[in-house]
């Protein structure tokens, strides 16, 4: 079999780096309590600073906030738009004007054809407040030397958004969005980094199992995972009060204090609920696949996987963790029947 060899474009991608990746885009809808609501109604973040006038002056705030993460969300460019562009896409009428288009050719060139996501980064400077206009500037902060990582032989590109505020009456018909971001408060960044690889070049052979879905790790849930490589099933506890709290939350919901550390558990428990998942079948697990939801005795719950024959399990019975490490990186708790 002839080996396929592909061009290094490693000096074009060098020139890219520091480019915009597009136009300055301004968000659709000046920041507004109906979209924070349906937003905060979504993630029952139920924090009164968010909907509260009062609650939110009493808290220091000019006004009613956004929250911090759903910055993005005010210039989601909505699906009207992303339709249109994946209809020019599948007739190969693509804009490639844009540093970001250029560099995703040139990566398909290099036959790194696959895409994943690997990291997205916020950093918050000041909140929004209702009133604000969001525009975001993009650009392409770094481009890494071909890497081989378990998925295969690719790079690593982030992004660098950086999301300023107007004031809403500033943007009219006259102004540039460049200009108004010359005039814009920086108010927040996101990194996000993809990988981009050629399929078929990783650690296992595309005709093993693929590996398990890798869980969004982020500053509040690394020690979670961490623990489970350590062989230790974690608990977050709030310092402060002692309330136990799982999953990971960067703030104690009983007294507030961001003050945390954890406890690890004695692994036991009851099935509180469970199914038994037939479908969709993702190729990573075996089907039928119990799913539990333990409550461990020290009264935290989880969402986990119940080891062995799905028929055996039932609503109640007693389990105990035992924790599998499925491969280099990923170690996760498998309850078993607790015949103990
Ligand atoms: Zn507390």
């Known amino acids: 079999m002839s080996e396929v060899t592909f061009p290094d474009h490693s000096a074009a991608l060098a020139e890219l780096v520091g480019q915009s990746s597009g136009p300055v885009e301004l968000s659709h809808d000046p920041v507004n309590t109906a979209m924070i609501r349906h937003w905060v109604e979504a993630m029952g973040d139920h924090n009164p600073v968010y909907v509260d006038h009062d609650a939110a002056i009493e808290a220091g705030y000019p006004g009613i906030i956004a929250p911090q993460t759903m910055l993005q969300a005010w210039i989601m460019r909505g699906l009207r738009h992303t339709m249109a562009l994946e209809e020019a896409r599948a007739t190969g009428n693509v804009p490639t004007s844009d540093a970001n288009s250029t560099m995703m050719a040139l990566f398909d060139e290099e ?119 350590a062989g230790e099933l974690r608990i977050q506890r709030c310092v402060d009060c002692g309330t136990l709290r799982h999953t990971p939350l960067p703030g104690c919901n009983q007294c507030q204090s961001l003050n945390w550390d954890y406890v690890v558990s004695a692994g036991r428990g009851v099935v509180y609920s469970m199914v038994v998942n037939h479908y969709p079948q993702v190729a990573a697990f075996d089907y039928p696949l119990p799913i539990g939801l333990i409550e461990l005795d020290e009264g935290t719950r989880l969402v986990a996987n119940l080891a062995g024959d799905a028929s055996t399990w039932a609503i109640g019975q007693r389990v105990v963790a035992v924790i599998e490490q499925l491969d280099d990186e990923l170690a996760l708790p498998f309850f078993h029947h607790d015949n103990a």
């Open 111 to 229: 036959g790194r054809t696959s895409v994943v996501a690997t990291n997205c980064d916020q950093e918050y400077f000041r909140p929004l407040v209702v009133g604000d206009r969001l525009l975001v500037r993009s650009s392409i902060e770094a481009i890494s030397d071909p890497k081989q990582t378990g998925l295969g032989h690719g790079r690593f590109a982030t992004s660098l958004m950086e999301f300023f505020a107007v004031p809403n009456d500033l943007v009219t018909k006259d102004v540039t969005n460049e200009e108004l971001v010359a005039k814009g408060e920086l108010i927040g960044t996101m990194r996000f980094r993809i990988l981009k690889f050629r399929p078929g070049t990783g650690a296992q052979a595309p005709a093993k199992k693929p590996p398990r879905p890798r869980p969004a790790i982020t500053a509040d849930n690394e020690f979670y995972f961490e623990g489970l490589r």
